[in-house]
């Protein structure tokens, strides 16, 4: 089913495994936080990347099974969609609590790591659902998708290094 697609899911599993070891990059930028706002952060925010690339490589690995048919990736894509949207859906909720115009939690935190992983998983739901019925166009639409969660994870784990990255008292 995946035969033209064996590279692309291998690179992509391999470029998630990369994403969620700078994960811990970060968390070592973090040294000089208070460790309660390092447990909240981390559930906003680290959270949500680990378990976008977790899921990269669920599916990856799916993808590369020699005889996987596709109602059975079907049943794996759905499993993912359904838990990555109401993470999404927790990840905005959390988000649009702790928002103000005072705080930290900038307006794009909410779309970047609540809303659009939301949509990425409606979409994979969706895709999910082609595979179920044997639609032709699903293996193109969920290696789309799996780029989309890639390319997020990428845009926010910069977010968050930048974010983190230690800074000088003597920096204006």
């Known amino acids: 089913m ?42 906003l925010y680290m959270g949500p990347v680990v378990l976008h690339m977790s899921f990269v490589l669920v599916l990856s690995g799916a993808a590369l099974i ?5 109602q059975q990736f079907a049943a794996v ?16 909720m ?7 115009p005072s705080n930290e939690v900038h307006w ?15 979409a994979m739901g969706v895709v999910a659902l082609g595979f179920w019925m044997g639609a032709g166009w ?8 799996v780029a989309g969660l890639i390319l997020l994870s990428v845009r926010d784990e910069y977010d968050l290094v930048t974010w983190l990255a230690p800074k000088s008292d003597d920096e204006s």
């Open 2 to 43: 995946f035969r033209n697609w064996s590279e692309f899911y291998l690179l992509a599993g391999s470029a998630a495994a990369v994403l969620i070891g700078l994960v811990f990059v970060v968390v070592t930028l973090m040294q000089d936080r208070p460790r309660s706002s390092v447990l909240n952060g981390s559930k």
């Open 66 to 70: 020699p005889h996987i048919d596709g």
């Open 77 to 92: 894509a759905a499993i993912v969609a359904l838990w990555g949207f109401v993470r999404g859906v927790f990840s905005t």
């Open 94 to 100: 959390g988000l649009l609590r702790l928002w103000t």
């Open 108 to 122: 794009t935190d909410i779309w970047y790591y609540g809303v659009i992983p939301s949509g990425l998983y409606v």
């Open 138 to 145: 699903a293996a193109d639409a969920i290696a789309a998708v």
